[in-house]
């Protein structure tokens, strides 16, 4: 993983600090997630062949916090002024129930995995 910043983020044109991302595995936020890898494309072209005013590359970012890489998504709104962005991704609430439900049936899943396995061992 690269300690290198990205040069080129976004920064709100209100207040002039840099936007907020946040990574889609853990929910980390932060406006300082270290450069993952940046890929070259090719010039992608229109259907008549002229070039698309579209960048040539892909930024990843290296969330320090789960060790994943991702495209950057910023949220909708600035931290630090709340001017809205034309696009973004909106704050979700941490739903704590549908994270104790879902740790709840894996842990029930492999408490019968274990019984069965430990039926099977001392019983055949």
Known sequence: MSDQLWQEWP???????RRQAVCPSCRAAGDNFPLGYQME????????GRPLPLPRHRIWLMCPDCDEAFRPAFYANCAACGHAF???????RFDRE?????????????AVITIAVLLYLFVL
């Not at 920064?11 to 600090?17: E, L």
């Not at 494309?41 to 008549?48: F, I, N, V």
């Not at 034309?86 to 979700?92: I, L, N, Q």
Request: some cysteine; hydrophobic content about 35%; aromatic content about 6%.
């Open 11 to 17: 920064v709100c044109p209100k207040c002039a600090r």
């Open 41 to 48: 494309e090719a010039t992608p072209r229109g259907y008549d």
């Open 86 to 92: 034309d696009e973004g991704v909106a704050p979700g």
């Open 98 to 110: 549908a994270d104790m439900s879902q740790m709840s049936a894996v842990t029930l899943g492999f």
